[in-house]
């Protein structure tokens, strides 16, 4: 077996022993269903792994990642997520993680100081559109500072994702019948470990 696959099974052998010993029931109760809270819509960025950087359990937080945390309103697979979130999981807060130094926004603020290919030629380009037109429309190629870009960026796109989710089905819906559900963008400091509460919230009228 290759070291690399080698290693992520002993790492499990060694976690569930581990666990096991300091919480003999676990498992057995983790096989008996969920009710996770929380649905986390973050980016896929390896460093950015939600149960780690908030010390959660298997069980705590239900997840959708995509590259640059994208929720496209004809996005199937994340329409899906939030749908079976809300209305069959009981989660009552949907949050939005950015993070900084993400490889997706930076390829967006780039693409959008080039000329534009159209229609986009790859999935991944097709996937990134709008962020690369969001990173147009704030003109961030112009900025003297590409730090400072790259966070407006990041901060923005939350912003508009929030507000994507705010407009879907399952969320209005939710509301509609005076479900209690609130959406939340957060940003993901990777140079400090912190999360970053933008203070954009929504929840029901």
Request: hydrophobic fraction near 45%.
């Amino acid at each position: 077996m290759d070291p690399t696959i080698a290693r992520l099974f002993t790492s499990n052998e060694q976690w569930k022993e581990a666990v096991g010993q300091a919480e003999p029931s676990f498992f057995a109760e983790t096989a008996k269903g969920q009710a996770p809270k929380v649905l986390w819509i973050g980016c896929a960025d390896s460093r950015v792994p939600e149960s780690v950087i908030t010390a959660s359990k298997p069980g705590d937080i239900f997840v959708h990642r995509n590259i640059a945390n994208q929720f496209h309103a004809d996005d199937d697979s994340a329409l899906a997520v939030l749908s079976y979130a809300v209305e069959n999981v009981g989660v009552e807060h949907v949050v939005i993680v950015g993070h900084t130094a993400c490889g997706g926004a930076h390829a967006c603020m780039a693409a959008s100081a080039a000329p534009p290919s159209e229609p986009p030629a790859t999935p991944l380009a097709r996937w990134l559109a709008p962020l690369t037109k969001l990173a147009a429309s704030l003109k961030l190629a112009s900025m003297p500072s590409k730090e400072e870009a790259m966070k407006i960026l990041v901060e923005e796109n939350v912003k508009v994702q929030v507000a994507n989710v705010c407009q879907a089905t399952p969320v209005m819906g939710a509301w509609t019948h005076g479900k209690k559900v609130w959406v939340h963008g957060w940003v993901y400091e990777l140079e400090h470990g912190r999360l970053r509460d933008l203070g954009i919230s929504k929840g029901p009228q």
